[in-house]
């Protein structure tokens, strides 16, 4: 009996240390050559941020292919620009990719820049302008691929209430870009023109919002499977998740949010994967993008602790009163539309130790307040069993300063880690991340890497944190919580000896 005893007492003790052993050994610094030749690691490189990331110090070893932004559209179709300073920086972005055996593709459009791309593929005449500008640039360049930031794409307005663009064809975006509601459909007969001229070798993409291209009539494509067939893959932007004052403060970049309030249900990764794919788009052309930043909130001290003692999810902010952000924002102004935009309060990840939310370790300062949001499934029962383990999807960190009011939704180490697992259970291309400078010492590329090659435990505890920090659990189970395989396997081998014993 005491053999049974002191089994069973230490039977699921040693089965934790064995899953928490494996999974420490797999977290190492990896690289590219760890990926195969199929699966595709990349980012875009920011040339206005030359400054903070000299191409010398790009962890080169980290990606397969490697953007830069932007060139910009014209309202001539023969004529894409690329700026002055971008035209001495592209050739060395160029030449040190290649060196690196990276390769170097150049993003067209983005936020600002798409807003003649309507009107470029509008028509036979303008596509066929539009092919040969794109061509003369890679020719010029020397280029190994094109990424297309196609920010605006006619989406019913009343259909989608989320602010989008040509980085999506139908959606209006800025402000100012021109919509129809045939884009989508000139976009593919200008990407099938463009392939042909091209040939296979150069590779294409498109980075899209989290819902398939729209139709004539403004809502989502049910059928976008010949994209398929011309580009090589397309990211899915799940970031920038929109929130409001009405619902709260939601995360940038949920993996997951069914298990969000159903107001606050506007999108994530998951939702994003079955919508592409229930359209055609194969789940290995479809790529996952990543933010290496995050979005800010001023939120009251009483609306971000309501019982004073854990972080509320999706507290109501002041939209009045919108924190700046990191350095790299502006003070705010009138944009390429005339229209004035306030500071874009988002904070890249360097940025959150660099302003004091976090330690050069990602772990969590000292005074600030730390949540970590779990979208699971889970039952409680006797030791607090958990089951469905494979349901329980990480969501998103948050970190709280209650002397300044700013509460960040952010991706770390944790949520990137879940993120590469999730490609890889999936059998998606990759992942893109937004943008290469915006890590530090490359903690969130690697975390990623991890997860794509080894796989990564989506409902693991967040790293111990300070004496300040709280966590969005409140469970009185929390110190002692296993997955239900684990309990399960513990109860057989107990019943086992039992039976061999008597």
């Known amino acids: 009996m005491f053999f049974l005893t002191f089994y069973f007492l230490l039977s699921p003790v040693f089965v934790a240390g064995f899953d928490l052993r494996s999974r420490s ?30 191409l010398s110090t790009i962890s080169w070893s980290k990606y397969t292919v490697m953007s830069y932004a932007f060139a910009l559209t014209t309202p001539d179709p023969s004529v894409i620009s ?16 290649r060196k690196h055996n990276v390769k170097a593709s150049l993003s067209i459009g983005g936020w600002t820049g798409s807003r003649w791309f309507s009107a470029n593929v509008g028509s036979a005449q303008n596509r066929t302008a539009f092919v040969k500008s794109v061509t003369g640039l890679v020719k010029k360049y020397s280029l190994d691929g094109i990424d297309f930031e196609y920010v605006s794409v006619f989406y019913l307005h009343s259909y989608f209430a989320k602010q989008c663009s040509w980085e999506y064809p139908g959606i209006q975006g800025i402000g100012c870009n021109l919509v129809k509601s045939n884009d989508t459909a000139n976009f593919l007969s200008f990407l099938q023109e463009l392939r042909q001229n091209l040939g296979p070798e150069v590779v294409l993409s498109a980075a899209t919002d ?22 090589d893959y397309i990211v899915i932007m799940n970031y920038d998740i929109q929130s409001n004052p009405s619902t709260g403060a939601g995360p940038n970049s949920p993996l997951n949010d069914n298990c969000a309030p159903l107001a606050c249900q506007y999108g994530s990764a998951q939702s994003a994967l079955a919508a592409w794919t229930d359209a055609g788009m194969p789940q290995d ?20 602790l309501p019982d004073n003692s854990s972080l509320a999810s999706y507290p109501p902010y002041d939209i009045n009163n919108k924190p700046m952000g990191d350095r790299w924002n502006g003070e705010g102004g009138l944009d390429v539309c005339g229209i004035y935009q306030s500071p874009g309060g988002s904070y890249a990840f360097w940025s959150l130790i660099e302003d004091g939310f976090l330690n050069v370790d990602g772990s969590v300062k000292d005074g600030i307040l730390y949540r970590y949001d779990e979208c699971s499934e889970t039952v409680s029962i006797i030791f607090c069993v958990r089951f469905n383990e494979s349901d329980i999807v990480t969501v ?8 300044s009011q700013i509460m960040v939704t952010y991706d770390n180490k944790q949520s990137f880690s879940a993120k590469g697992d999730f490609i890889k259970t999936n059998g998606l291309r990759g992942f893109a991340v937004w943008e290469t400078a915006g890590d530090y010492q490359n903690l969130l590329i690697d975390a990623i890497l991890n997860g794509v090659i080894n796989g990564a435990p989506r409902a693991t505890k967040p790293l111990p944190q300070p004496s300040a920090t709280v966590t969005s659990s409140s469970s009185a189970c929390d110190g002692f919580s296993l997955p239900a395989k684990h309990w399960i396997l513990m109860i057989v081998l107990h019943y086992f000896f039992s039976w061999i014993l008597i």
């Open 285 to 304: 052309r479809i790529v996952l993008g990543v933010p290496m930043y995050g979005r800010s909130y001023r939120v009251p001290r009483n609306a971000a």
């Open 210 to 231: 989290i819902r398939p291209f729209p139709d004539a009539s403004g809502i989502p494509s049910v059928d976008i499977s010949k994209f398929g067939e011309v580009l």
């Open 82 to 97: 690329v700026v002055d300073s971008d035209q001495i920086l592209l050739p060395q972005f160029v030449t040190a990719a």
């Open 25 to 54: 050994e797999s977290e190492v610094t990896v690289n590219n050559s760890s990926l195969g030749s199929s699966l595709v690691s990349t980012a875009w490189y920011a040339g206005w941020h030359v400054t903070d990331q000299p």
């Open 396 to 403: 998103k960190p948050y970190v709280y300063d209650p002397k």
